[in-house]
């Protein structure tokens, strides 16, 4: 796993070969070769990676949630959800797979399902970025605007240079009518977006909110 943990997956690809060729029962060496390959982007390879791990020990959870993140990456939520289900059926507290379904339910259009999911992801693991992310976005088109306010506050402070957040949370205090608020969020963006285009989109909030940029002309 220190290969995979200092990103150098190709490599990593190479001691999980290792392990598997020592038993070719060693289900947790094909998962984490998929894995690797999941980083890879070579998601055909996770799919038969982490289908031969489930073949081999049908109570590998973490398989079923990698291949999971391999059909979700292919855009067949579906069967992203089917593995998310086999995961949490073996490991209902596998809070991976409990975000990661949310955010397959989230895609789809089904909001109760995604937050009845995300609600248990964070809790079960209260500093998941992506979970609360997804769950913020979630209450933003249920239009529970204080409650996703609050989860984008959280994911900021886990992740401090989050476009989505700070632009997400901006739109929302424009709504509840809190400009000064939402002009934080704006002004942070126009400063610290490396990307032209986010930085011009938070100037056009911030001269719809009639407020001067700072630095700008």
Known sequence: MVTYQKGDYENAIVDYDKARRLDVKLALAYSNRGLAYYEK???DRTIADCT??????PKLAVAFNNRG????????????????????????????ARSNRGLAHFDEGNLDLALTDLNEAVRLAPRDYQALLTRARTHQIMENVDNAIDDFTKAIELAPNSFDGHYNRGL????????????????WILKNSPIQEEKEEALALL??????????R
Request: glycine share 4%; charged share 20%; proline share 2%.
């Open 172 to 187: 929302l205090y424009m709504k509840k009518g809190s400009n000064s608020e939402a002009a934080i969020d704006f002004q």
């Open 52 to 57: 031969r791990a489930v073949m081999y020990n």
């Open 41 to 43: 982007k070579d998601y």
């Open 69 to 96: 993140l391999a059909h979700y990456m292919q855009h067949n939520l579906a069967q992203a959800i089917h593995d998310y289900d086999q995961a949490l059926r073996i490991q209902p507290l596998l809070a991976i």
């Open 207 to 216: 001269r719809k909110l009639g407020i001067k940029a700072i630095g700008a």
